[in-house]
């Protein structure tokens, strides 16, 4: 679609009565100085406006980079005194030891009013892309130290296991629960691994609860373990070992070492009780399971007789359809078969009729099917 030159014009002529009237300027609030790598931290902006601001909107560029990660935790937008503050807590985490400068950018959005007016005179409710003015704005940037980090975790953090009991019988699972929590990278926590000699270890993969946080996350990890074995073990001492930003200093968590008590593994006796034959109640429960034994092969020796005994299907038989003695003998002779001979010469001789030669002829084929 071409753009309205009428369009063009009434926003030129209206930009310098309402769109730059109302002039803006960013300030670095609150941003970090020392950071270890893999550490997060906030960094505050506020974009102040001379008035309310009602037309404008801004967009933060925020692209990760090889030197830092860059998120918004939280965005304010508030009016004091007549006059619009925009306020952008964002967190950011180096990548990288040595000396980074943070510069980052973002977009300005203004609608004029005029354009406004204009959509709402042709009746429509929405503003297309041709009636918005976009202006890149620059924010004050600011330079940190990021000091190396060995540990694979950074923050607040604490470890803790968990077991609901310490003695099983051989071959049983027994569960086994790690938690770690507080804030930090714990987003970036990897699966536990747990090796105990003479035991089959079954781990799960880490369930995360985080939701983020000035220091980057907050929340729990869990990760749950079965442990099988035959004899008795002990879990040694888990260990994590973390920056300890409370106290800046590397950390070694580690839990308590437990001992595990196996016992022997189920037996049949265990598992079954033997029947109390002395009681009536148990003696009556047998009798009448044998009972139903009875009555069962019973009932299948009776089906197996009736089976035997049923009424058979005879199959049809070709001289059946035959409607008169001619038909018959027609039939007969074109069977070929010589013991319908006596039954051909005495339809000819009229000496039986039709019916009684057909019951000659069944009483041929149930003969022969005898034999």
Known sequence: MRRSLGRIVIVILLLPLYGWAESYHWQLVESPKSLRVGQSALARYECLFDGSATEYSIKLNL???????????????????????????????????????????????????????????????????????????????????????SAALIGNI????????????????????????????????????LNISGVKVFAEPPQKSLSPSKDGYSGEVRQEFALVAEKPYTIPPMRLSVFD????????????????????????SSLLDAPDLTDTSTLKRYAFYTMLIVFGVLLGEIARRLWKHRPRRKAAQFWEKAGNTKELVLMLALS????????????????????????KLSTLTIEKEVN
Do not use: C
């Open 63 to 149: 692209k990760e980079n090889t030197d830092y990660a860059i998120s918004i935790l939280r965005e304010q937008d508030r009016v004091v005194k007549g006059k619009r503050i925009n306020s952008f807590e964002l967190i950011i985490t180096p990548k990288r030891s040595g000396s980074i400068e943070v510069n980052l950018d973002g977009t300005v959005e203004y609608v004029p009013p005029g354009a406004i007016d204009y959509n709402a005179h042709l009746g429509r409710d929405n503003i297309s892309k041709e009636d918005i003015v976009e202006t890149k704005t620059h924010l004050p940037s600011f330079k940190l130290i990021a000091q190396p980090n």
């Open 158 to 193: 604490t470890l803790e296991a968990r077991m609901d009991h310490t003695s099983v019988r051989a071959y049983e699972p027994l569960h086994l629960s790690l938690f770690i929590k507080g804030s930090g990278n714990l987003d970036q926590f990897v699966p536990y691994e």
């Open 336 to 359: 070929g078969d010589k013991r319908y001979d006596a039954i051909i010469n005495a339809l000819e001789s009229n000496t039986i009729g039709l019916s009684e030669a057909k019951k």
């Open 245 to 268: 930003t409370v106290h800046n200093r590397m950390k070694m968590l580690q839990s308590a070492p437990i001992q595990v008590e196996v016992s022997e593994g189920y037996d049949l």
